[in-house]
């Protein structure tokens, strides 16, 4: 069992933080739902689009708080998910448990789909903030080679509990894909913005204060234990 590290207070800080800035900006989507989606109802002359976006009004409506406690529910658990696969040394497919694969093996593919991609516009559009989080959070976490994808903070993760609680909600995938284009709308600046202040955090606890480009596996390795930086360097961001 891995032990405790100088970093862990400062990875619920952070965690803490990111959440609740999360949190907030989907209370604030659904407190604008009603109008958003009226609006979208009036501009659109394709009536089956139309009744499509008064039904996900009045389902986001009638359920939004059940959607906003999921999130948060949902987020802290894929966190915790990716920080334990992260710390875990040696981890290997028979680590996933065959509840996973059941759950992949259920999915509506082109739901799926439409999330994943969304964490992928996400994640370009949030390029430089999440170059310099992957890196400050492979230092807190312990692992230099810490991919993209299993980053707890990352795109994936946000987009995969929103899915979750989405689906909390019976009706058919195509109205949560206008849940979907909600947070696309609403939600995505906050996100950024709130990588910056990650960023910052860390950097303010001298969590990889420049953040290194072109250096070696073993340097990049000695990093993460907390040795002295590289050479090369670039202000942080």
Known sequence: MPQPTPFDAILVQSRDLFRDRLCVAVTHMFDGADGSLSELAEKTKDEELQKRYLD?????????????????????????????????????????????????????????????????KLRRYCDDELSALDQRVGVLLGDASLEADDNPFGPKVICDAYKQACRQVDCEAELRMIFLKLFDDHVLDT???????????????????????????????????????????????
């Not at 059940?66 to 915790?80: D, H, K, L, N, V």
């Not at 981890?91 to 991609?117: C, G, P, R, Y």
């Not at 910056?196 to 340097?219: F, H």
Request: charged share 35%; glycine share 4%; proline share 3%.
């Open 56 to 120: 996900a009004r009045d389902l986001a409506l009638a359920n939004r708080e059940a959607i906003e406690s999921q999130f948060r529910t949902r987020y802290m658990g894929e966190f915790q998910k990716r920080t334990k696969q992260a710390k875990k040394i040696g981890e290997t497919f028979s680590d996933f448990s065959l509840d996973d694969l059941q759950l992949v093996a259920e999915d509506d593919l082109n739901e799926t789909l439409k999330f994943n991609d969304m964490a992928e």
């Open 191 to 237: 996100i950024r913005s709130s990588y910056k202040e990650l960023n910052e955090l860390l950097v303010d606890n001298s969590i990889l204060p420049k953040i290194r480009y072109g250096i070696s596996k073993q340097e990049s390795k000695a990093a993460a234990a907390g040795a002295p930086a590289a050479e090369k360097e670039k202000p942080a961001t």
